[in-house]
């Protein structure tokens, strides 16, 4: 079994990942954010409005919409450095986001850059220096109207010595 397919198995165990998320991403575990498919190519995680993920404007918060954005990018990068020797690190180095519409009920966002990241890793360990990408996460409502856009830049490095 390949490392990436390996992550996937572990972020689709039924409780694994909720469990990870619980101990270390507590606030993205208690407003609600899940994945819902993680494949090579893309990830899917959601968002919903509740009474933890709201805002005073009954809308979701935008740091509730961020968290699910970063992680639909992020989790493609962990697939690609789990496992693997030398360690590589990744680092969230810029976000930007464009809102068009209000969040009131499930937000889902996607990010199809997995290949992209997954070639910059690779180069980030060829070369031995830091390397970085801009993955783009859109966040659709249940009716497929775009809520947000994300553009989060993640910084990936190996530790080699």
């Known amino acids: 079994m390949t490392a990436s397919n390996s992550f996937i ?25 899940r994945v819902k498919d ?16 709201q805002n005073p404007f009954k809308s979701t918060y935008f740091a509730c919409l961020a968290m699910a954005a ?3 990018t992020g989790l493609l990068g962990l697939m690609y450095v789990h496992q693997r020797n030398p360690t590589v690190s990744m680092l969230v180095i810029s976000l930007q986001a464009n809102y068009f519409k209000k969040a009131t009920g499930i ?9 992209a990241i997954a070639a910059i890793i690779e ?7 830091g390397k970085s990408i801009v ?8 009716a497929g109207n775009m809520i947000a856009e994300f553009f989060i830049t993640w910084s990936f490095k190996s530790k080699a010595s």
């Not at 180069?123 to 220096?129: K, V, Y």
Request: with cysteine; hydrophobic share 40%.
């Open 135 to 142: 993955s783009k996460s859109v966040g659709k409502d249940e």
């Open 9 to 33: 198995k572990l972020v689709k165990h039924p409780y694994k990942f909720k469990l990870f998320m619980l101990a270390k991403l507590p606030s993205a575990f208690f407003c609600g954010v």
């Open 107 to 115: 937000t889902t966002f996607i990010c199809e850059d997995g290949e």
């Open 70 to 72: 970063e992680m639909s």
């Open 123 to 129: 180069a980030a360990i060829a070369s031995g220096e």
């Open 38 to 53: 993680l494949d090579p190519q893309k990830a899917k995680v959601i968002v919903p409005y509740k009474w933890l993920s």
